[in-house]
């Protein structure tokens, strides 16, 4: 092999380890279908507790409860975004 031959290896292998290093870091952002999961498995959590307990709605503390919980997970996602989209901007300011 040539020296041209052996920096052309190099630079492709440099360039495909920045590509899967690239396609990682899009795969973690966050999507829509997280929230929806979150969203969707409290509200089945809490179904579960009304079935099981069909009192479990009749007590204004347990209602207070679940809507504490639902906000909560609403507020955590919201700031989880926030965070996301404030390293999103970082990388593109590095990237340039």
Do not use: C
Not at 28 to 47: A, Y
Not at 55 to 64: N, Q
């Amino acid at each position: 092999m040539t020296k041209e031959e052996l920096e052309a290896q190099i630079t492709l292998k440099e360039m495909s380890e920045k590509e899967l290093l690239k396609a990682e870091f899009d795969n973690l952002r966050p999507s829509v279908w997280r929230f929806i999961f979150t969203m969707g498995s409290s509200f089945f959590f809490i179904s579960l507790m009304f079935w099981i307990d069909p009192d479990f709605g009749g007590e204004p503390t347990s209602l207070y409860l679940i809507f504490l919980i639902l906000l909560i997970n609403a507020n955590t996602y919201y700031e989880s975004d926030k965070i996301n989209k404030r390293i999103d901007m970082l990388y593109k300011m590095l990237k340039d």
